[in-house]
């Protein structure tokens, strides 16, 4: 990328990525404005700081020319001198929906593709972070969810959480790239997407501009909290190891911790899916216990025997 001074947008998309990575950089870019700007910041960071920055474009297969796109959003990474691998994944959904199946077969393409030492940059922005809150909030699958997205994990950071989407479209508009329009965006079928156009906009109309920003902030507490949480969990977990837990035990803990610990044993276990309604019904064994014998949970039956809690298989 030629030099030349960086607009006010883009110096925003600099310095988030400056605050937050030291590092070789993998750019995760489907050629939206927030990945293709966080791309061509990244560009200019590893300029800056000689650190190695390539890019990865994930192609789903689930649009009809899909290698097209990919190949374009190459291209287009290429102006701005980074060097891009088109990742190409099969989506499949095995009983959940296909945003969620396309999310873990891109993390999963792009852990693969990451290099040692090399940190994975998603393009997320504080509109994203709100989106998910209020996503959580309509599954009421408790504070874990309300947290939102972190900044970093394992090897994916997210800086751009800070800002606003209208900074990245502003700054590739002072670059002179012009960002790919995902047509699923577009698609009310999608919660996301009904988040997005109809719903966030309506609160915001309504309780004021600074709503995104508020539950991105809520976001932040949330997580604090439960990070503590899952933390106190996995100690008394780790303090009654077995395949067998204690209902006299069990019975003791705050309800807090008694959902975390069973959450983590079931998890370990091998039960899937476990939304807050299937672990509730796997607390009502220890605390509102009435003769019942077992609760059911998505690849494992739990069962109560001589006031211990074992897991079936099947």
Not at 198 to 221: K, M, N, T, W
Not at 250 to 276: C, F, I, K, N, Y
């Amino acid at each position: 990328m030629a030099r030349r001074a960086l607009g006010p947008a883009t110096l925003e998309v600099v310095q988030a990525i400056e605050a937050m990575v030291t590092g070789p950089m993998l750019v995760a870019c489907s050629g939206g404005p927030d990945s293709l700007a966080l791309a061509a910041a990244a560009a200019v960071v590893g300029g800056r700081r000689g650190l190695a920055v390539r890019a990865a474009v994930v192609d789903h297969g689930l649009q009809p020319g899909s290698a097209a796109v990919a190949a374009a959003v190459r291209q287009t990474l290429a102006g701005v001198g980074l060097d891009a691998t088109v990742l190409r994944v099969t989506v499949e959904a095995d009983g959940q929906g296909v945003e969620a199946a396309a999310r873990e077969a891109r993390y999963a393409a792009l852990a693969a593709a990451a290099r040692p030492g090399e940190v994975v940059l998603l393009g997320h922005t504080l509109d994203d972070q709100a989106e998910t809150v209020l996503l959580g909030l309509a599954r009421g699958s408790g504070t874990r969810s309300l947290a939102g997205m972190p900044s970093r994990r394992d090897a994916f950071v997210r800086p751009l959480l800070g800002l606003r989407a209208e900074t990245t479209r502003a700054a590739c508009l002072e670059l002179g790239l012009r960002p790919w329009t995902d047509p699923h965006n577009a698609e009310a079928r999608f919660a996301r997407t009904r988040v997005r156009h109809r719903v966030l906009p309506v609160i915001e109309a309504e309780l004021g501009p600074g709503v995104a920003l508020a539950l991105a902030r809520s976001a932040d507490l949330a997580r604090a909290d439960a990070d503590l949480l899952d933390e106190l969990a996995a100690g008394e977990l780790a303090g009654h190891p077995g395949p067998q837990l204690d209902c006299d035990w069990l019975a003791g803990l705050p309800p807090a911790l008694l959902s975390r610990v069973l959450r983590d044993w079931l998890r370990a276990a091998g039960a899937a899916d476990l939304s807050a309604a299937r672990i509730g019904a796997v607390a009502d064994l220890v605390t509102d216990w009435h003769g019942q014998r077992w609760a059911e949970v998505p690849g494992a039956r739990v069962v109560r025997e001589d006031g211990k809690l074992r897991v079936r298989r099947g």
